[in-house]
């Protein structure tokens, strides 16, 4: 009976046939550990690519969810049981939208809104929002969320009471006003980073960022009520990813924009309000 002790002698041409073999697979597996070693423990952590937490993507990757950037700005405090936004795109509020006159509008503007944000949709302040190219949609959803109370934050206070008289018909009239007025850039800035034109453009797949693009592009693919980025006014465009972040803005449904502005850097917000800004003579 035969057992695996005695096997019979492997001849000596083979064994000198498997020796290099052998060297080579050892040397192929030692390097292969030692290579992941540098990268997983030095290549990567030194690598410091902004807003990228190493450990972060390779949880992620694995499926681990949960898991934020460890300089991420702290999660906001459940917020009380209100409705993100009384808005929805049903048939009758798109047609409320579709029918509503920019004419009317540029009354209810010149009465009410002017004193802020001027007939031609620039605000006066650089904290105030410019309405210029704005879509209908986007504005009326606002004005709505104003005054239902859940658009909140420092400025929302000002803001607010400006819509409590006005009804639906009249805050579509006003939307389609400024969503008639010219706009106040073409194109973006060109003199902002690489990194920022890449965020904008294609996104970070590593930090499970979409590009802003796929809702803020001009032709508007994104959902219904995304605002137009291009020509708002940099301290403003600021202030509301930093309230997003924070959890203190917190009408955006599905809270989209709350999940990517938690993950960008102080940096990359300033760079991405300077690549939409409009040009240094109109702000
Ligand atoms: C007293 C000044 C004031 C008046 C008058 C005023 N607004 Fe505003 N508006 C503001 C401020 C300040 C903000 C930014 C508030 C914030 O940060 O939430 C704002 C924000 C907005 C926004 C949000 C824009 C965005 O990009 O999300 C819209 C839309 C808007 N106003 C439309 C109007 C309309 C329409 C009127 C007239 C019916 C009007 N506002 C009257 C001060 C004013
Ligand atoms: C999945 C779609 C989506 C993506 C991707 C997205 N956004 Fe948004 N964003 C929205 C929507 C929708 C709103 C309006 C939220 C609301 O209803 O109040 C918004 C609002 C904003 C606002 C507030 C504008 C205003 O006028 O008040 C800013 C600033 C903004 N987004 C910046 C960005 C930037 C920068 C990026 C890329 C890093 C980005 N967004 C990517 C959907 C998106």
Not at 194 to 214: H, N, T
Not at 224 to 243: I, K, N
Request: proline fraction near 11%.
């Amino acid at each position: 009976m035969s057992t695996a002790h005695d096997r019979p002698a492997v001849p000596a041409e083979q064994e000198a046939l498997d020796r290099p073999w052998r060297r080579w697979a050892s040397i192929g597996v030692i390097g292969f550990v030692f290579g992941s070693l540098v990268l997983g423990f030095w290549v990567v952590p030194e690598s410091q690519v902004p807003g990228l937490d190493p450990w972060a993507t390779i949880c992620r990757s694995l499926g681990v969810p949960g898991y934020a950037r460890s300089d991420a700005p702290p999660a906001p405090p459940p917020s009380p049981a209100v409705p993100v936004t009384n808005v929805s795109w049903t048939p009758a509020s798109r047609s409320l939208l579709a029918n509503a006159s920019a004419e009317r509008g540029s009354k209810i503007a010149a009465e009410i809104c002017v004193a802020c944000h001027g007939t031609d949709g620039v605000g006066i302040a650089p904290n105030y929002p410019n309405l210029t190219r704005q879509s209908a949609a986007a504005i009326y959803k606002q004005l709505q969320d104003y005054k239902s109370g859940v658009r909140t934050g420092v400025m929302a206070a000002v803001m607010a009471p400006m819509v409590q008289g006005l009804d639906e018909q009249q805050m579509a009239d006003v939307a389609a006003y400024y969503a008639s007025v010219p706009p106040r850039a073409s194109r973006p800035a060109s003199n902002v980073p690489r990194e920022i034109v890449d965020l904008v453009k294609i996104g970070s797949p590593a930090r499970a960022l979409p590009p802003c693009d796929a809702c803020h592009g001009v032709n508007m693919s994104g959902p219904e009520e995304s605002p137009v980025l291009l020509g708002q006014s940099p301290t403003y465009f600021e202030e509301q990813l930093l309230a997003f972040a924070r959890g203190e803005r917190h009408n955006d449904i599905y809270g989209r924009m709350r999940v990517i502005a938690r993950q960008l850097t102080p940096d990359e917000i300033r760079g991405l309000a300077a690549y939409y800004a409009p040009p240094a003579q109109m702000q």
